[in-house]
DNA sequence: CGACGGACCTTTTTT
DNA sequence: AGGTCCGTCG
């Protein structure tokens, strides 16, 4: 007899669902029914006696999170899942955190720094370590910090590893080590974590505190771990040290859907597994339930070309479908166009709704075109990613204050909002104020509070002293009322929301409907019965700013809502459409240009088109331009590696670019290509009117394998490229992969030279020298 | 002290 | 292209 939630899994999900004690490795294909694997065994779980308070399931989204919770509720037929401790890994350990603040040092609503906060403390330390801004770049040295942050290396660890010393000097940047320690010093005054800290702090608390170790271990006696391909080392040790006692570790991935490894994600993990735990229970779901035949095919087809993974094969009983469409258009607007037109016209024709189609694009730059043709069409869309709505200025501004009200100790707040509205404490007072705050070891903060005594100008203190009264009034009102109606009072005594108000621009009204919104989702959470601090109750207005931090635009989506979905390939992952567009594939894009250095990189890129691919469950589109601008400039890519890499058979190159009908998808070119003849008319757009077809014919004709033409030159031993302003017309030089050839000419401006160059083996092309490497043949 | 305008730089991907 | 930073002007 099986209890009803069992029915329905087929054998290989039974027996993930009913192993419940001991450790399990779920190896899962992409739409191979994981989530209801993971939901069903939570539901199992608990069915069988064990407590939903002592189940610790992690996620990496928000949303993620919030599914299992719900399809767990919907499993059980009650609501005792309201107990579990479903989270993202970095809101869970806030939670804990947050509840173990003191052992670490921490004030109980220490601030979380998100990626801006932390590159701005960044920028702050390298000024005062007179250092030089321009070779340590925030982003630079953020990522540096971040990385060691995430293979659980400290500052201390990080100054004695002479490997890191090494990899610093060879980039000229030594004083790495210098400024990580004295940007976590920064953050522990302020008061404040970043996202890093909440792992590398959760870590640091389990390994140093014994009894808080020991507490959580016998909390979490069943430790659920979704997408276990993309942990990284301190997660993986956090996970480990919690489920030591019971060993009751349950870890679902795909080692295909390895795509973090930019954020220190490895792949070890999954090998480690098996290497930690004596008798892992291995369990492989590769059937597929989501896709078309020809979508698993090309998925399968091209991730082959990766060296290292687990093996196992995708397959799925689904109908064989559509094969996949491949389209070139000639600009990044034609793509643009393009896909609003094939998806108007699916709609029409198969009875789509806009929520069926999605836009899955390399990189968040590459909305814009998008963006403007779906407006145009009239299709309603959103944009996924980007600037979430907590980053937004005004935002960021009203919740700085709400940030110094529960934490006078967070600097960066208070930089923010000191002189936001204007009130007379500009830019040298509030430097005086830093200096004096370093001097005396205090806080900014502090330094205002007692204003008097360091020698202000009689105006500034006033203005200084009325700024602190109005802090400690609203942390007074704290203790009386709730989150929201201290929100309101801040809008109120600043004045932001009055001057927003009168604000009647276009971008005023925005600003204020945006603080109107952030009002409103404070009340929200303020008034919800049961909230994502469950157990704890926790209605501060130092919960509320802890979790909101951690919001990303992703978990704002709204199933209901009719919309063209538009997104990066990352944030895509775990979710499925109809119907599918893949854009922007092209060299140097997709792959990123950044991430064709090494194999391992290659293959990360790899796995990220085979998660864009088995996104789709019906009809996918594959799109390229030829050329397309990429900070103000226009470029030309080759078409993707991807696409020689897929199976030629399965892949429907009828289909027309160029968007509107009196376009061209400029295959005239492509003919020349073949021909091997003068490719200088694809990037000429009087040439391309010219050879658009006839009438309303659409353009049906091949698509070149992008690489057949000049994947065969090998550069020459001493290849060497030279400086550009060293080329003139008649020089004879050698492309790395066009092969030798003659400058016939140089054209346009000063900083963005372009050679025409005659190839002996690949005709006439126009290269920009910036980019380019050329070779000077004596 | 703040508003404007011109250099300058950017870009993978995210919690 | 679009945002940020710094210099100049009122």
């Known amino acids: 007899m099986q209890e009803a939630y069992l029915n329905g899994l087929n054998e290989k999900q039974l027996e993930a669902v009913l192993h419940i004690k001991g450790p399990l490795m779920i190896i899962a294909g992409a739409g191979s029914g994981k989530t209801k694997v993971l939901t069903t065994r939570v539901a199992h779980l608990m069915h069988s006696g064990v407590d939903s308070f002592n189940i610790l399931a992690l996620t990496f989204t928000n949303k993620a999170a919030a599914e299992m919770k719900e399809r767990v509720e919907k499993a059980l037929g009650n609501t005792d899942a309201r107990n579990l401790y479903i989270g993202t890994f970095h809101s869970v350990f806030a939670r804990i955190l947050r509840a173990e603040a003191d052992k670490l040092g921490y004030p109980k609503s220490f601030t979380i720094y998100d990626t801006d906060d932390s590159r701005s403390v960044i920028k702050a330390v390298v000024n005062d370590m007179g250092l030089d801004d321009k070779l340590y770049k925030p982003n630079i040295v953020h990522n540096r910090i971040s990385s060691a942050k995430n293979a659980l290396v400290g500052p201390t660890e990080y100054a004695m590893d002479t490997f890191l010393k090494q990899e610093d000097a060879r980039s000229n940047r030594p004083a790495i080590a210098e400024i990580y320690a004295s940007y976590a010093a920064r953050c522990f005054k302020n008061g404040a974590m970043d996202f890093d800290d909440l792992l590398f702090k959760m870590h640091e608390l389990l390994q140093n505190f014994p009894e808080v170790l020991h507490k959580y271990q016998h909390k979490f006696k069943y430790i659920l771990i979704d997408e276990y391909q993309d942990t990284n080392p301190v997660q993986y040790q956090i996970a480990k040290l919690l489920a030591a006692v019971h060993e009751n570790l349950c870890v679902v991935g795909d080692d295909a859907q390895s795509i973090y490894s930019f954020r220190g994600a490895t792949i070890e993990n999954i090998l480690q597994f098996q290497k930690d735990y004596d008798d892992v229970k291995l369990v492989k779901l590769e059937q597929n339930y989501r896709s078309s035949q020809s979508i698993i095919g090309v998925a399968n087809y091209v991730i082959k070309n990766n060296v290292g993974q687990i093996p196992k094969e995708l397959w799925t009983e689904n109908e064989t479908g559509d094969k996949i469409k491949l389209v070139r258009t000639m600009t990044d607007n034609d793509e643009g166009k393009f896909v609003a037109d094939a998806i108007q016209e699916n709609k029409l024709r198969n009875h789509f709704y806009n929520k069926d189609f999605a836009i899955l694009y390399r990189t968040n730059a590459q909305s814009r075109s998008f963006e403007e043709s779906l407006r145009r069409t009239g299709i309603a869309y959103k944009i996924y990613g980007g600037l979430s709505f907590y980053q937004r200025k005004e935002v960021k501004d009203y919740i700085a204050y709400l940030r110094i009200i529960v934490n006078t100790k967070d600097e960066e707040g208070l ?364």
Request: glycine residues 8%.
């Open 415 to 778: 930089k923010r909002i000191i002189n936001y509205p204007a009130r007379g404490i500009g830019k040298t007072t509030m430097e005086k104020c830093l200096v004096i705050a370093g001097e005396q070891n205090i806080t900014f903060f502090e330094v205002l509070e007692k204003a008097k005594v360091f020698g202000f100008k009689a105006g500034t203190l006033t203005a200084i002293e009325e700024f602190v009264t109005m802090i400690k009034y609203f942390q007074n009102q704290l203790t009386k009322h709730n989150a929201y109606d201290v929100a309101v009072q801040v809008g109120k005594h600043t004045n932001l929301v009055k001057e927003l108000f009168n604000d009647k621009s276009t971008e005023g009204l925005a600003r204020y409907e945006n603080i109107q919104e952030l009002l409103n989702s404070i009340k929200e959470w303020t008034e919800s019965p049961s909230n994502d601090d469950g157990e704890l109750g926790d209605k501060s207005l130092g919960s509320y700013l802890q979790q909101i931090t951690l919001i990303t635009d992703a978990d704002n989506d709204n199933e209901n809502e009719d919309t063209v979905k538009l997104m990066t390939v990352h944030a895509a992952k775990g979710l499925e459409f109809a119907c599918v567009f893949l854009v922007g594939l092209e060299e140097s894009l997709f792959p990123s240009g950044m991430s064709v250095n090494t194999r391992e990189e290659l293959e990360e890129e790899r796995r990220l088109f085979y998660v864009a691919v088995t996104r789709a469950k019906k009809h996918l589109w594959l799109t390229y331009a030829n050329t397309r601008y990429r900070y103000g400039q226009l470029v030309q890519n080759d078409p993707s590696r991807f696409i020689d890499e897929m199976p030629e058979e399965q892949i429907d190159k009828s289909s027309s670019g160029g968007g509107a009908k009196n376009q061209s998808s400029g295959w005239g070119s492509a003919y020349d290509r073949m021909q091997g003849g003068s490719n200088k008319s694809w990037i000429d757009p009087e040439k391309n009117t010219r050879t658009k077809t006839e009438g309303s014919k659409p353009s049906y004709l091949p698509v070149v394998a992008p690489h057949t033409l000049n994947k065969n030159h090998i550069p020459s031993a001493n290849f060497t490229p030279c400086d550009p302003s060293a080329l003139e017309a008649g020089v004879k030089i050698e492309h790395q992969k066009f092969g030798f050839g003659v400058i016939k000419e140089i054209e346009g401006s000063a900083h963005n030279p372009i050679a025409i160059i005659l190839f002996d083996k690949n005709g006439e092309k126009k290269i920009m020298l910036n980019y380019a490497k050329l070779s000077i043949v004596p």
